[in-house]
């Protein structure tokens, strides 16, 4: 991290730059002053470097905003963003102790800031305690710097609750974001209901626990108007709900986590933990279907960063905690299903830049000039192997271990300042 560079007039000169926001695809220079980029392509007047980077080989764009980042260590895992090219992260607000008080919204934005790498935008606990019972105080939540409200992997049993919350956060034009997945329907699965849960003896989860949930979920939006985003969607079915939904002109928004644009069932093998997700990995075909809804742009793509400890991992895979890390996969896994679906990099890297940042209503995600000089700088072919030792983050849960990877981040700024450089 180069703390002499904030507020530095920077020269990034000789880079491929790709703009998804602006359609931009193009061989420019960019030049950044207080903070923000400056201009694109020739300085302004009386500009004068006090730094520069050659990008002579290198693509450079904006950086990433990830819809879901567990910060269990904050520090650790703000590293791990920015080596990861990862300049905003949205925190649910399943943390201990959870996100339903604005002092707790206040601490963490005021730490992430003093650390002074990756943006953190916090995500508000929809009812008190993630319990499910009584409303949040959401004005004060958002005055304390709440860009949303959720409740993470916690269900509201009361649909009554759901509906009252989703009214009153309608009226404030407040963004609710929902993990679809029916309580009773998948409770006690850890696997997909399909071939191999029964061949491994695992209780399996239906599709319709995420279909249930999400009909549920768009017919209140329908009833209130609410802004809603679903998150992590895992199949098909829910896929096309959600399609169906925004041709009927509902105000809903969606992502899919990385890993389940390249993983599904089959992975699971022989009961392997790291490929414990929650919602589980589905069918080929679901995969398929996630893949095709991320190309053309129905879903966002995000992390779903989840730092698990060793011991988490290597309990039998019933009794394993879900879930992967995953900041500084973000970018290869996204080249590498870019590449296999012939997807231009304008398109990929959209998932993972202005489209996240539009659905929290952030001004990040484009390199326009006057906009906040967030950026990632990288080398789309240069190969890493994912290791204990190469992974920033605590968690070296992934079941990508050992893996080769193409897509180097070279330097990530934010705000302007250097904040990774290899």
């Not at 201009?39 to 050659?54: N, Q, R, S, V």
């Not at 997945?181 to 071939?195: P, T």
Request: hydrophobic share 45%; aromatic share 6%.
């Amino acid at each position: 991290m180069r703390d002499e560079l904030k507020d530095t007039r920077i020269h990034i000169r000789n880079g491929r730059l790709i703009d998804p926001k602006n359609g931009l695809d193009e061989m420019a220079d960019v030049f950044i002053a207080n903070a923000r980029i400056a201009a694109i392509g020739e300085p302004p007047a009386d500009f004068t470097a006090e730094w520069t980077l050659d990008a002579s080989g290198l693509i450079v764009c904006p950086g990433f905003v990830d819809l879901s980042t567990r910060l269990a260590s904050l520090e650790p895992e703000l590293l791990a963003a920015v080596a990861g090219g990862v300049t905003a992260v949205a925190c649910p607000p399943d943390t201990k102790p959870p996100l339903d008080e604005p002092g707790l919204v206040e601490r963490l934005v005021s730490h992430s800031e003093a650390l002074g790498l990756a943006r953190v935008f916090p995500i508000g606990a929809l009812t008190q305690q993630l319990a499910g019972e009584k409303l949040s105080e959401m004005v004060s939540l958002k005055r304390a710097g709440c860009i949303a409200f959720s409740q993470a992997k916690h269900p509201i049993f009361d649909t009554q609750i759901l509906l009252r919350a989703m009214q009153y956060a309608a009226n404030f034009d407040f963004a609710i974001r929902l993990r679809p997945q029916d309580h009773y329907l998948a409770r006690d699965g850890v696997a997909h209901d399909g071939e191999v849960a029964s061949r491994l003896g695992l209780a399996g989860i239906p599709v319709c626990a995420e279909t249930v949930a999400i009909a549920t979920a768009l017919q209140l939006a329908n009833e209130t108007g609410v802004r809603l985003h679903l998150a992590r969607l895992s199949s098909a079915a829910g896929v096309a709900l959600v399609r169906e939904a925004r041709r009927n002109g509902l105000k809903v928004t969606c992502d899919v986590a990385i890993h389940y644009l390249h993983l599904s069932e089959m992975d699971i093998g022989y009961f392997d933990s790291q490929a414990r997700f929650d919602p589980p990995l589905r069918s080929g075909s679901d995969r398929d279907a996630l893949r095709a809804a991320a190309a053309e742009g129905l879903a966002a793509v995000c992390s779903d960063h989840t730092p698990v400890d060793e011991d988490g991992k290597l309990l039998p895979f019933a009794e394993a905690l879900p879930g992967a890390t995953a900041l500084e996969l973000l970018l290869p896994l996204t080249l590498k299903w870019a590449e296999e679906a012939g997807l231009p990099l304008l398109t990929a890297l959209a998932r993972i830049t202005c489209d996240p940042a539009a659905i929290l209503g952030i001004e990040t995600g484009s390199l326009a000039v006057g906009r906040p000089a967030d950026l990632c700088v990288f080398d789309p072919l240069e190969p890493w192997q994912v290791t204990t030792e190469t992974l920033r983050s605590k968690g070296k849960n992934t079941p990508f271990m050992g893996y080769e990877m193409a897509g180097r981040v070279h330097a990530t700024l934010v705000g302007g300042r250097v904040v990774y450089e290899i």
